[in-house]
């Protein structure tokens, strides 16, 4: 009888986090001084990459559905605009990877 006690507490706690972390996840990313903190960091990594600047002024989420980027702003090799989007929404759910990359050529 313990044995069968003890297997529902651990399922019902594996239940929990099951449903609980990806709330906590969400509520985590939602918070603007983490926003910013990822954006600048991706920012960084790819203008590293790229070997040029590449700027986010602010990124937003919705709940699986969206990824809003604000004045995406990415320079050329001569330090000039390659592209300037004010505003860039992207549905993580609707792409489909087959192989990505992320390079420039020249």
Do not use: H, W
């Amino acid at each position: 009888m313990k044995k069968k006690s003890i297997f529902k507490k651990i399922l019902a706690g594996i239940l929990i986090f099951i449903i609980f972390l990806p709330v906590m996840l969400y509520v985590f990313f939602q918070i603007p001084v983490v926003q910013t903190y990822l954006t600048k960091k991706v920012s960084e990594i790819i203008s590293k990459q790229l070997n040029t600047r590449v700027t986010v002024q602010k990124v937003s989420y919705t709940f699986l559905n969206d990824i809003i980027i604000r004045d995406l702003y990415v320079e050329d090799y001569r330090e000039d605009t390659l592209f300037f989007i004010s505003k860039l929404t992207v549905r993580p759910l609707k792409l489909k990877f087959k192989k990505m990359s992320l390079g420039c050529t020249e």
